[in-house]
């Protein structure tokens, strides 16, 4: 991506970010308020963020491999099951990767 | 403030707390300054997205796209979604904080996980404005500093790959994710996504595959039968 493309991407994420958070804090409730819309709103980062966790670890361009970042996420499961903090499972999984990788 | 009603006012537990959740949550983003400037950011761009979108999933989801060769509207509409629950913590804490004008327009920006857990989970009504308040300026002074350190250490480390950067973007995906894995059905939903996500990925262009799961909930959430409430 180029440089322009990148700050338009900052740009408009940052627009539809604070439009979003604005909303929360003007609209009427019961525009909102409906259990299905509440049940998609509580799903939807479900779906997103278990989906970029697939794409981010097991994708390489179109293709799925299995390599270092796999590894480094097997430790990140077990740190969370631990109840470690988000930067130890972070830190862990990359640290995991980068001693296969050096080895 | 001077010293002393500096001293008093900590002696608030909502306060404290609102600062050591700001500290905590901060923290990371160090993980997130690396991770931008590894995925092709510039260090001015890692920090604008920490000053203007302010929302740390969405962030991620952003970076992520973009480090896997997605367009801008993939990886726009990702972070954007993602900053979709968002609305719905304002709507719970509209009522409390009771703001207009400039300083709603300066609430908003800090409608973010942390200052909503902090702000509805006190019992009174000026310790939840407190907290929302103290949570939201100090995970933002924080989250701010930490990205910007982050950046110029990540800039300063050269091969993203030879420290396993790469690798942190999913765990960190993974972290964010686990807190809401409670039930039966969010736990389907997130194994149906990663399904469709993987399948997906031979078949069409970056950053499609996510965009394409979270359809997953829409299904899912618009027809399933919808449970009581809790």
Redesign the interface.
């Known amino acids: ?1 180029s ?1 322009t ?10 627009a ?3 439009a ?8 009427p ?1 019961a525009v ?2 409906r ?2 819309v ?22 390489d ?4 491999v299995l390599d ?2 796999a ?3 097997a ?3 077990a740190l ?1 099951l631990l109840r470690a ?3 130890v ?11 296969l ?2 080895l | 403030m001077s010293p002393g009603r500096v001293r008093s006012a900590l002696r608030r537990p909502v306060v404290r707390d609102g600062v050591a959740v700001g500290v905590a949550t901060g923290l990371y983003g160090v993980s997130f300054g690396a991770v931008s400037v590894a995925a092709g950011l510039s260090v001015l761009q890692t920090c604008a997205l920490s000053l203007l979108v302010f929302t740390g999933a969405s962030q991620f989801a952003l970076v992520g796209v973009v480090a896997s060769g997605g367009t801008v509207l993939a990886a726009t509409a990702t972070a954007v979604l993602l900053g979709a629950r968002n609305a719905f913590y304002g709507l719970r804490l509209a009522p409390r904080l009771e703001v207009a004008g400039l300083r709603r327009a300066a609430a908003a920006h800090l409608v973010i996980d942390e200052s909503t857990a902090v702000a509805t989970a006190q019992v009174d009504d000026a310790d939840g404005r407190a907290g929302f308040w103290v949570t939201g300026l100090a995970v933002f002074v924080c989250w701010n500093l930490a990205t910007a350190v982050g950046a110029v250490g990540g800039q300063a480390l050269g091969d993203p790959r030879a420290y396993g950067l790469d690798a942190a973007v999913g765990a960190a995906f993974l972290a964010l994710l686990w807190p809401r894995l409670h039930g039966t059905v969010p736990r389907l939903v997130a194994l149906g996504a990663a399904a469709l996500a993987c399948g997906l990925v031979p078949w069409t262009p970056a950053g499609v595959p996510v965009l394409a799961a979270g359809g997953v909930a829409l299904l899912v959430g618009a027809w399933g039968r919808p449970g009581r409430e809790p």
Do not use: H, I, N
């Open positions: 991506m440089a493309a990148l700050w338009l991407a900052v740009l408009l994420t940052a539809g970010c604070y979003l958070k604005v909303a929360g804090l003007s609209v409730r909102l308020e259990p299905r509440r049940r998609v709103a509580d799903l939807l980062p479900v779906a997103l963020l278990s989906a970029l966790v697939a794409v981010q670890v097991l994708a361009g179109d293709r799925l270092g970042r590894a480094g996420l430790v990140a499961v969370l903090p988000f930067l499972v972070v830190a862990g999984a990359a640290l995991t990767a980068a001693l990788r050096a």
